[in-house]
C-alpha cells in the first residue's frame, strides 16, 4: 500500500468516526507505517474468521446470510475484512471505543430525526400500537421498499450511468434506447403482472377428473416455461431482485401438484434471465454485460426451439406431465446456471472486467462439472470478445477507446506541457492509471505490465511516430493463462525497447544528462562558472528587486560562448530563474508536504530580509516533450536545490579568498599591534578550509560516485520506468547525502555560511576603513605614467612616501582596533564558528550511528583530520550522558 493511500485510509476512518482532536492522524499513519510488511503476506484463510464472528455476534445466521451474499457478488478483499473484524473481536478496549462511538452517533441521528419531518406518522412508543395501525404502517413500508428497490433503481442507475459515460466522452455522446422500450411491457418476455389478456372463462379444475387435470397443467406449465400466465399458474409480484415466485391452483391432485412444484424452477430462472438479458441490453451498462446478455439470449433462443417442439407434441397429444418433466431436465441446469449468473452479475452491480471476473471464478468453481464449466467457458469466452479488442488496441497501439468505462485502465485529461510548470503535476503517473474493480482475475497479475505497455506506445505516438506492434496477434480468452500472457509479454518488450531507444537514441537522453545538467546544475564546469561569477558578481549582489534579468541573460550568453560550454549543443536550453524563496525556505516548503506544519509554511512569509541576486539566482532548463517525462519539474527543482547550495557555497569560498588577497595586502606594513590581526588570518583559514572540504565531499565523494552509478544503471534499463526509478533514486541520494533533506542539519550549516558572510563583510569594511588599496594604487608608478617610464628622483620620492603612508596606516589601525574593539569582534566571530561546527560534527555523527548514513562519516574525517575535534565532541558527550543519568539517592 503506498504512503498516500495510508494517509487517505486513515483520514477517511477518522472522519467516519467522527474523531477530532488529539495528534490527529499524524500518530497513526506512522505507527502504520513503521509497522506495515514491504512485501505481500499470504492470503488469510476467512472460514476459522468466520466462525469466530458468527459465535461472537447475537444474530449468527443474518452474518452468514450477508456472508454469502457478499460473496456471490464477488465483492474484492472480504476475506481480509473478515479476518480484521474477528481480530477486533478479540480486543475489548477497541471494541468498548466503537460502541461508545456508535452510541454517540445513533444519539446524533435521533436529534436529526426528531427536527426532521417524515411522509406518514409513527405511533410514540408510549402507547400501544393496534393491529389495524401495526398493518396500516407495514403496507406503507412495503410499497415504499418495492417501489424504492424495483422501478426506481433501474431507472436512476441506467441515469447515473449514462451522465457518467457522456461526461466522459463530451464530445461524442453515447447511443440511448427511446422511452417506449422501457415503458412498454409487453415488449420484454417476462411475466405481466396485474393483467389479464385470456377472457377464456377459467372452469374449477378440482371438478375436472385427473386426466383433465393434467392435460390444463400441461397447457399451462407450456405457457409459463416462456413468461405468460397460466389459468392455474401464476406468477407473483417480484420484490426487490428475489427470484419469481408462482401460486398454484390450492384445488390441482397432490401428485400432479408435485410435479408441478419439480419444474416451475425453470419457469423462474427463465424469468431472471430474460430480465437480465432486456435489462442489460440497455447500451448504458456496456459492451461486455451487453455480449454476454447476446450469448444467453442465443442459449435461450435454444430453450425456446424446445418448448415449441414440446408444444407440437401437446397439440397432438402426445406430450404427458411425466414427459414434460423427462425432455426439461436437460435444461433446467442450464438455465439454473444462467440465472445464477445473472444474480451474481446483478448483485455485484458488475460491468466490464468485474463481470469477466466473476464469470472466470465461476468457470473455475465448476471444475468438477464438465458441462457446467463449458457453458460458463462459452459465456465468458462471449463476454471478453469486447473487453479484449480494447486491450488489444491498447497493448499494441497505445489507444483507449472505451466509452463505458469497462476497462482496466483509465484516461485522465493531462496537459503534457504541465510538466514543465507544476512541481506536484504527476503527468507519467496520473494520465493513466489502473481501476481496481475493473482488473479481471485472470489479468490480476498482468495489470502493471498492461498499464505500462500502453503508456510506453503513447508516449511515441504522441511524438507523432506510427507505432505497431510487429507480433501483434488476437488475444483469446482460455482457462490457460499462459496463451495470452505470452502475448502480453511480447507487447511490452516491444513497447520497452521501443520507447527506449526513441528517448536514448533520437532524443539524446543521456547527453541532455551528462552535457548540460551535469556540467551547469552540478558545477561540472570549472571554467564557465569561474568566468561566470567574474562576470555577474556586482550584479548578482544587489537585492533581487533591483537586478536586470535581461542583463543576467547577456552574461550568462556571454559566459557560456567565451569558456568551454560553447561546445555544448544544448547551451541555448539554458535559462536564469530568480527564486522568490531562499534555499532553507524552498527546502522546507518541500519537506513540509503532506505534515502538519505544511500549511504554517506556506502561508508563511518567505524572508524577513530582502533576498540578493546570489541567494535568489539560479538556473532554469527547457525540456521538451517526452524528455520532460524523465526531466520534468520535479527533478529540475532538485537539481536547483543541489545547485543552490554548491552556488552559495562556491561564493562564499570567493569572498573567503577575497578577504585572503586583502589580508596579504595589509602583512606588507609594519603595524605596532599586528599579533591581534593574526587571530583573523587563523579564523579565516579555517572557514576556508570548512567551505573547501563541504565542496570537496559534495562534488567528489558524493555526485560523482552517485553520477557513475546512474550512468552505469542507465545503460542496463529495459523500459522507461527503470529510467525513471534510477534517476530518482540519483537525486534523492545526491539531496540525502549533501544534508538537504534534514531541517537540522541544513538549519546548522546555514548557520556557518552566515557567520562566513558576515566575517567576509566585516574584513573587508575593515580593510576598506584602511584605505590600503587607494593609497598602494596610487603611490604606485612602477608602470610609469603618460610621460614614460619613472625617473630615479620619482622612485626615491616613492620610496619615501610608502613609508611615511605605513607609518599612518599603522597608527590608524591602532586607534581603530581601541575605538572598535576588532579583536573582540574576531573573538566573537570565532567562538560562533567553532560552537557552530562543533554542533554541526555532533549531529553528524549522531545520524551517520543512528541511521545509517555512513557517508556523513566522510564529512567528519576531513574536517577533523587531526582529531582536534574528536576530543571536543567527547567531552561534549560525556557530560550530555552525566546530565542524562539519574542521581542516587542518598544514604
Not at 107 to 124: C, K, R, V, Y
Amino acid at each position: 500500500m503506498s504512503e498516500f493511500r495510508i494517509h487517505h485510509d486513515v483520514n477517511e476512518l477518522l472522519s467516519l468516526l467522527r474523531v477530532h482532536g488529539g495528534e490527529g492522524a499524524e500518530v497513526y499513519i506512522d505507527l502504520l507505517q513503521k509497522n506495515r510488511t514491504p512485501y505481500v503476506t499470504t492470503t488469510v484463510s476467512a472460514h476459522s474468521a468466520k466462525v469466530k464472528i458468527a459465535e461472537f455476534s447475537r444474530t449468527p445466521e443474518d452474518f452468514l446470510k450477508k456472508y454469502d451474499e457478499l460473496k456471490s457478488k464477488n465483492t474484492r478483499h472480504l476475506d481480509s475484512l473478515v479476518y480484521l473484524l474477528s481480530k477486533l473481536t478479540e480486543d475489548k478496549e477497541t471494541l468498548q471505543y466503537l460502541q461508545q462511538n456508535a452510541k454517540e452517533r445513533a444519539e446524533l441521528a435521533a436529534n436529526a430525526a426528531t427536527s426532521g419531518s417524515t411522509n406518514f406518522s409513527i405511533p410514540s412508543s408510549t402507547s400501544k400500537i393496534s393491529l389495524q395501525e401495526l398493518e396500516e404502517l407495514r403496507k406503507q413500508l412495503g410499497s415504499v421498499a418495492a417501489n424504492s428497490s424495483v422501478q426506481q433503481p433501474l431507472e436512476l442507475t441506467r441515469k447515473i450511468l449514462r451522465d457518467k459515460q457522456n461526461k466522459k466522452n463530451s464530445g461524442q455522446p453515447i447511443p440511448v434506447f427511446p422511452s417506449w422500450v422501457y415503458e412498454r411491457p409487453v415488449l420484454i418476455g417476462d411475466f405481466l403482472i396485474g393483467t389479464s389478456l385470456s377472457t377464456d372463462t377459467t372452469v374449477p379444475i378440482g371438478t375436472l377428473p385427473l386426466a383433465s387435470q393434467e392435460s390444463m397443467i400441461v397447457e399451462d406449465l407450456l405457457y409459463v416455461l416462456i413468461g405468460v400466465d397460466g389459468r392455474y399458474i401464476t406468477a407473483q409480484p417480484l420484490v426487490g431482485r428475489q427470484n419469481r415466485a408462482f401460486s398454484v391452483d390450492p384445488n390441482l391432485d397432490l401428485s400432479i401438484k408435485e410435479l408441478v412444484t419439480r419444474i416451475l424452477p425453470v419457469a423462474a430462472s427463465y424469468s431472471a434471465v430474460t430480465r437480465f438479458i432486456e435489462e442489460k441490453s440497455s447500451f448504458e451498462y456496456g459492451q461486455v454485460n451487453h455480449a454476454l446478455a447476446a450469448a444467453m439470449r442465443t442459449l435461450i433462443k435454444e430453450y425456446m426451439i424446445l418448448i415449441t417442439q414440446l408444444e407440437h407434441l401437446q397439440r397432438q397429444g402426445l406430450l404427458s406431465l411425466q414427459k414434460l418433466w423427462f425432455y426439461i431436465q436437460p435444461t433446467m441446469r442450464t438455465l439454473e446456471i444462467l440465472a445464477s449468473l445473472a444474480t451474481s452479475v446483478d448483485k455485484g452491480e458488475c460491468m466490464g472486467g468485474s463481470t469477466l471476473s466473476l464469470l472466470h471464478d465461476k468457470t473455475f468453481n465448476y471444475t468438477g462439472d464438465s458441462q457446467a464449466q463449458e457453458l460458463c467457458l462459452y459465456l465468458t469466452k462471449a463476454a471478453s470478445v469486447p473487453y479484449f479488442e480494447i486491450l488489444e488496441k491498447w497493448i499494441y497501439r497505445g489507444i483507449i477507446n472505451d466509452p463505458y468505462s469497462e476497462f482496466m485502465v483509465e484516461e485522465h485529461e493531462l496537459q503534457k506541457e504541465k510538466i514543465q510548470e507544476d512541481y506536484n503535476d504527476k503527468y507519467w503517473d496520473q494520465r493513466y492509471t489502473v481501476v481496481q474493480q475493473q482488473i479481471p482475475s485472470f489479468l490480476q497479475k498482468m495489470a502493471d505490465k498492461i498499464l505500462s505497455t500502453g503508456k510506453y506506445l503513447n508516449v511515441v505516438r504522441e511524438c507523432g511516430r506510427d507505432v505497431t506492434c510487429p507480433v501483434a496477434k488476437e488475444v483469446i480468452y482460455t482457462l490457460k493463462e499462459r496463451a495470452y500472457v505470452e502475448q502480453i509479454e511480447k507487447a511490452y518488450n516491444y513497447a520497452s525497447k521501443v520507447l527506449l531507444d526513441f528517448l536514448m537514441e533520437e532524443k539524446e537522453l543521456v547527453a541532455h544528462l551528462s552535457r548540460s545538467i551535469k556540467h551547469y546544475f552540478l558545477m561540472d564546469q570549472g571554467d564557465f562558472f569561474v568566468h561566470f561569477m567574474d562576470l555577474t558578481e556586482e550584479e548578482l549582489k544587489k537585492p533581487v528587486d533591483d537586478i536586470i534579468t535581461t542583463r543576467l541573460e547577456a552574461l550568462l550568453e556571454l559566459a557560456l560562448r567565451m569558456s568551454t560550454a560553447n561546445t555544448d549543443p544544448f547551451k541555448d536550453d539554458l535559462k536564469i530563474d530568480l527564486m522568490p524563496h531562499d534555499l532553507i525556505t524552498q527546502l522546507l516548503r518541500v519537506l513540509a508536504i503532506e505534515t502538519k506544519q505544511e500549511k504554517a509554511i506556506i502561508s508563511a512569509d518567505p524572508t524577513e530580509l530582502t533576498l540578493s541576486g546570489l541567494e535568489a539566482f539560479s538556473f532554469d532548463y527547457i525540456v521538451k516533450w517526452p524528455l520532460s517525462l524523465i526531466i520534468n519539474r520535479k527533478a529540475l527543482t532538485r537539481y536547483q536545490m543541489l545547485f543552490r547550495h554548491m552556488f552559495y557555497c562556491k561564493h562564499v569560498e570567493r569572498q573567503l579568498c577575497n578577504v585572503w588577497i586583502s589580508n596579504k595586502t595589509a602583512k606588507q606594513f609594519s603595524l605596532h599591534s599586528a599579533k591581534w590581526f593574526a587571530g583573523a588570518f587563523t579564523l579565516r583559514q579555517r572557514m576556508l578550509n570548512f567551505v573547501q572540504n563541504i565542496q570537496y565531499y559534495m562534488m567528489f565523494e558524493v555526485m560523482e560516485p552517485t553520477w557513475h552509478i546512474l550512468e552505469k544503471n542507465l545503460k542496463l534499463a529495459s523500459n522507461i520506468d527503470d529510467v525513471l526509478s534510477h534517476h530518482t533514486s540519483f537525486l534523492d541520494n545526491c539531496l540525502k547525502d549533501c544534508m538537504l533533506t534534514n531541517p537540522e542539519l541544513l538549519k546548522i550549516f546555514s548557520k556557518l555560511m552566515s557567520v562566513c558572510v558576515m566575517f567576509t563583510n566585516c574584513m573587508q569594511r575593515f580593510t576598506q576603513s584602511m584605505k590600503l588599496d587607494n593609497e598602494m594604487d596610487r603611490l604606485t608608478l612602477e608602470h610609469g605614467t603618460m610621460l614614460g617610464p619613472p625617473t630615479e628622483e620619482e622612485r626615491a620620492e616613492e620610496t619615501a612616501k610608502k613609508k611615511l603612508t605605513s607609518k599612518l596606516l599603522a597608527e590608524h589601525a591602532d586607534n581603530l582596533h581601541l575605538t572598535s574593539g576588532f579583536e573582540a569582534t574576531i573573538n566573537k566571530f570565532d567562538s560562533n564558528f567553532s560552537t557552530h561546527l562543533l554542533d554541526l560534527l555532533d549531529k553528524l555523527s549522531i545520524y551517520s550511528t543512528n541511521d545509517c548514513e555512513h557517508s556523513m562519516l566522510n564529512i567528519i574525517y576531513r574536517l577533523d583530520f587531526n582529531g582536534f575535534y574528536t576530543e571536543r565532541l567527547e567531552h561534549m558527550s560525556a557530560e550530555r550522558s552525566q546530565k542524562a543519568a539519574p542521581l542516587l539517592p542518598r544514604l
